[in-house]
């Protein structure tokens, strides 16, 4: 134990000693635990966190032979018989370009079907209407 106190005494006599490392070595530290604390945090926030759904492991996805989208009567099929699930929900990739600027931009987006936000636990979408108020709506007005 005095070998260690020893040792820690010496040191710091020679950070006293040779002021400028001193300083370099001290800034040197700061900076990389600086920036391995914002390196973690977004890691943590990105990949470690749960995802902000309603039972987010109980959520899966199903491909048609384990790689690719299913088709529209596959999954008809699938949630008619499918007793396991609470919802089923299909989500589309879909492309589509803005156009009024300078320069035409691609927008990438989902088509989502209405069982999706109840799925994820969201009861309004955070804009714009939800698919079951649309479509309630359009009911009420096909059965006049």
Known sequence: ??????????????????????????????LGIGANTAIFSVVNAVLMAPLPYRDPDRIVTLLRKGNGPASPADFL???????????????????ANLTGRERPEQIVGLHLSQEMFPLLGVSLPSAGRSWRRILKKAKTKSSC
């Open 1 to 30: 134990m005095s070998s260690l106190v020893q040792d820690v005494r010496y040191g710091l006599r020679m950070l006293r000693k040779n002021r400028g490392a001193t300083v370099i070595a001290i800034g040197t530290l700061a």
């Open 77 to 95: 099929d699938w949630k008619a018989q499918a007793r396991a699930f609470a919802y089923m929900a299909t989500a589309e990739a879909w492309l």
